[in-house]
């Protein structure tokens, strides 16, 4: 059964950072890439990171690039982004989730997804 799931999420001041995880199971992180989908309310679900284990290539939304690294432990089956430099804007509830294909900023690419973490960016 595949299952992604997020963690790492909470509360943090601007500047601050925070580390989410997506550990995955029922597959192995070799043939797919992962993406990073955030959603703030109100606003449409935004790609912001991907990374495809079989060539390494990794993609940045520009609100992000910078300050977000994403990364991949095998062994683990876990891939995570580093946030930092964090700002109000980068509240959301942030989502990781899989494609066969290439990264891709584009949610209806990505078949499965995890039930989100939250973050919130606030003095």
């Known amino acids: 059964q595949v299952q992604l799931v997020e963690s790492g999420g909470g509360l943090v001041q601007p500047g601050g950072s925070l580390r989410l995880s997506c550990a995955a199971s029922g597959f192995t992180l070799d043939y797919y890439a992962i993406g990073w989908f955030r959603q703030a309310p109100g606003k449409e679900r935004e790609g912001i990171s991907c990374i495809k284990s079989s060539d390494g290539s990794t993609y940045y939304a520009d609100s992000v690039k910078g300050r977000f690294t994403i990364s991949r432990d095998n062994a683990k089956n876990t891939v995570y982004l580093q946030m930092n430099s964090l700002k109000p804007e980068d509240t959301a509830v942030y989502y990781c989730?899989?494609?066969?294909?290439?990264?891709?900023?584009?949610?209806?690419?990505?078949?499965?997804w995890g039930p989100g973490t939250q973050v919130t960016v606030s003095s």
């Open positions: 989730a899989r494609t066969p294909f290439r990264c891709s900023t584009y949610a209806s690419s990505f078949g499965y």
